[in-house]
């Protein structure tokens, strides 16, 4: 491989120029389309046309692109080995930071737009080495499909056999990087200029044929003279583009297999070769990724969406240039006149009662049709269908291309739940033109995280949008394995709370980290420039290799239908009624409506949220100890009725032992009364008077009721 790098390869350039044939001949036609495509896009006229013309393919790519591009894809990156789940996530970081400094949410917007127009548009995915001074940065690029020649026997970009994409380069820059090369370019420019101009040969300098046929790429023509302008308007006409490119080089990326089926790329200056060397990516495959909204299974690139509208617009543009023509002659006909009236002297007159449309001579002596000297000519009334036919057209239209009036936003939903069901029903039609927006980023992702691996040698930041929390879980781990991270993760500082803590942004935060590091692998040893046959003397270990190339085994998932817009009302809607169910806050609504103030009303909801729950701490001690008094007098009240309870149980024990005793005494006296000599009436009466004597109770009862007690046997009460 070294010897064929260092030598000028006769061979190489022989490959070369039958490739580039090859491949010119099969996109010259394509490119034709391409311009013409990109004329009625612009809707683009002929000098001092002044005729009605309306573009579909304007519309209909300014509908389409808009609905597709409206969010980014959301891509996660995931491990093939468990080991690796945390690098994932770093690498899920820096593939959207990566979109972020490549403005990849608008780029994306041109990439589709110049697909639909022209069936298919391309990506290259690589290294800036000059960003920012030399810092360097993984670049996503946009890339002109006019600018691009592909293998016409190739179905997939990646199994081509070649590739070209002619970069228009400043001609200083070329010298600058090929400076040895100086000579010899200009002397091919000279040579090829005067090839070209005299003997009509095209072998050398065919850039400036090249750069003929692009030649509308950019401009269309649009040297508009004052034939074009108005009465009050005129304006110079515009540089030619091979004004505007004396200077520019066609600088070709030709990329190729090699022996061994591996992709190569050697540079050309015009048809001077400047190098060549090996695929210089670590994935190995083409840096290029081709998008085709309508994939077509014959051919790499995609259908001509503009071959279905095409006939139906221009028949359109031509119905309404009739209809205005024919409302035209009716809001203002011609004048006709009689010329056998010999009267008519001055007919210069007439054509000022005709306003702008002339007049016509009509040789009438009969003064047939004509009742008099002049009379207005009036056209037929347009019938009916005709009017329909525009609807019909416009139906037809729709049908064709999948865009109707959810598309357009023009269909009546009381709610937002309404429109984005209409919409979500709408996009059906044009679900496999997202799936193959969808597998084009995919691609285009896994060469990042690839690329970051590689190219990204040195501790560095990145900025990231999301809450930094997210790593907690992976710290924690780390930390109990005794492991440390793969990288550093360090919020951005927002200010101090009350206690004296520093309040960190939950809204984006930063990491560093070196991701080429994770690898193991050495860059500097294992280059495109190094030839097969040097060897490292620092050769990495298997178990090295074997890390390096699990590391490597990285997965990209799309999440469906994520770049598809989302109705904001519809998901205003949803955070309210969330919101009621208490399932969000209402910071979270606030952020959803995107509420001007918003932060300053969520701090004044804080401070008062903070009021309440003081205000309800204060309610609810006070009624805890509100309750614990009530139930401290409830234990004190019960305490004292089980103790009156029980005093009142013990008062009648001793009352009834006491009757007991009384009743004894009683009967006994009773009896030795009955023995003795005594009087029974004074006897009864003393035996009384003992008992109300012994028993305090018995005191205001009557004798009866003593004697009734007595022989009975109750207990005093």
């Not at 996660?76 to 996530?89: E, G, I, M, N, W």
């Not at 390096?548 to 955070?575: C, D, H, N, W, Y």
Request: hydrophobic share 35%.
């Amino acid at each position: 491989m070294a010897e064929r790098k260092q030598q000028e390869p006769d061979e190489l350039k022989s490959r070369f120029k039958r490739d580039l044939g090859e491949a010119k001949k099969f996109m010259e036609p394509i490119q034709q389309k391409m311009d013409r495509n990109y004329k009625a896009y612009a809707n683009w006229r002929d000098k001092d046309e002044v005729t009605f013309k309306t573009s579909d393919l304007f519309e209909y790519v300014e509908t389409v692109v808009p609905i597709v591009t409206n969010n980014r894809i959301r891509a996660l990156v995931r491990s093939d080995y468990p080991d690796y789940v945390t690098h994932a996530k770093g690498l899920n970081d820096i593939l959207d930071n990566t979109y972020d400094t490549n403005n990849w949410d608008y780029e994306s917007q041109s990439v589709m737009r110049m697909a639909l127009i022209y069936r298919s548009a391309f990506a290259y995915t690589g290294f800036d080495k000059n960003y920012r001074n030399g810092i360097g940065n993984l670049c996503i690029k946009k890339v002109n499909g006019r600018w691009c020649l592909v293998d016409p026997s190739a179905v997939d970009l990646e199994d081509s056999r070649f590739f070209f994409y002619v970069e228009p380069k400043r001609k200083t820059e070329v010298y600058k990087d090929y400076p040895k090369k100086k000579q010899e370019i200009e002397d091919s420019f000279r040579n090829g200029d005067q090839m070209g101009r005299y003997s009509g040969n095209d072998s050398g300098g065919w850039f400036n044929q090249w750069l003929r046929t692009v030649k509308n790429f950019l401009t269309f023509n649009q040297d508009v003279t004052a034939a074009r302008q108005t009465d009050r308007d005129t304006f110079n006409a515009e540089l030619s583009e091979q004004e505007k490119h004396k200077n520019v080089i066609a600088y070709i990326h030709y990329w190729y297999r090699d022996d061994k089926d591996e992709w190569r790329v050697s540079y050309w200056a015009d048809e001077v070769f400047l190098k060549d060397e090996a695929n210089p990516f670590w994935h190995g495959c083409l840096p290029y990724d081709i998008y085709s909204p309508v994939k077509d299974p014959m051919s790499m690139l995609g259908m001509d969406i503009n071959e279905q509208i095409d006939t139906m617009n221009a028949n359109r543009n031509v119905l309404m240039n009739y209809t205005i023509a024919n409302a035209g002659l009716h809001a203002n006909p011609p004048l006709m006149y009689n010329t056998t009236m010999g009267n008519v002297k001055e007919p210069q007159k007439l054509r000022q009662q005709a306003f702008g449309d002339g007049i016509i001579p009509i040789n009438n002596p009969d003064n047939i049709p004509l009742n008099a000297l002049a009379d207005f000519m009036l056209p037929p009334t347009l019938p009916a269908n005709v009017v329909q036919l525009f609807d019909q057209l416009g139906n037809i239209k729709d049908k064709a291309t999948g865009v109707n009036d959810s598309f357009r936003g023009t269909q009546n939903a009381t709610s937002g739940k309404e429109v984005q069901l209409q919409q979500e029903a709408a996009y059906t039609r044009i679900k496999t033109m997202i799936d193959q927006f969808e597998l084009f980023n995919k691609k285009i992702a896994e060469k990042v995280i690839v690329n970051a691996m590689q190219f990204y040698t040195q501790n560095r930041g990145f900025r990231i949008k999301g809450d930094y929390t997210k790593y907690d879980q992976d710290q924690q781990l780390a930390e109990m394995n005794g492991q440390e991270m793969p990288f550093e993760v360090r919020p951005i500082p927002k200010g101090i709370d009350q206690e004296g803590n520093q309040i960190n942004d939950r809204t984006e935060f930063f990491i560093y980290a070196n991701p080429s590091e994770w690898t193991k692998l050495d860059p500097e040893e294992d280059t495109a420039e190094q030839p097969d046959e040097q060897e490292s003397d620092d050769n990495p270990s298997e178990e090295e290799v074997e890390k390096a190339f699990k590391i490597l085994q990285m997965t990209v998932e799309i999440e469906a239908g994520s770049s598809l817009p989302q109705s904001r009302l519809a998901r205003r809607e949803e955070a309210v009624q969330l919101a009621e169910l208490g399932m969000i806050d209402q910071e979270s609504v606030l952020e959803m409506y995107d509420w001007p103030d918003r932060e300053e009303i969520i701090k004044r909801m804080q401070e008062q949220a903070a009021k309440n729950q003081e205000a309800q701490a204060q309610a609810a001690q006070a009624d805890a100890q509100a309750k614990m008094q009530i139930e401290t007098a409830k234990l004190q009240t019960q305490k004292e009725i089980e103790g009156m309870k029980m005093q009142t149980d013990l008062t009648k024990q001793q009352m009834s032992d006491k009757s007991k005793m009384a009743q004894t005494h009683a009967n006994n006296s009773a009896k030795a009364s009955q023995e003795g000599s005594g009087s029974d009436g004074n006897s009864l009466a003393e035996v009384l008077d003992k008992v109300r004597q012994t028993v305090p109770e018995a005191a205001q009862m009557s004798d009866e009721q003593l004697i009734s007690i007595l022989t009975q046997g109750q207990p005093v009460q």
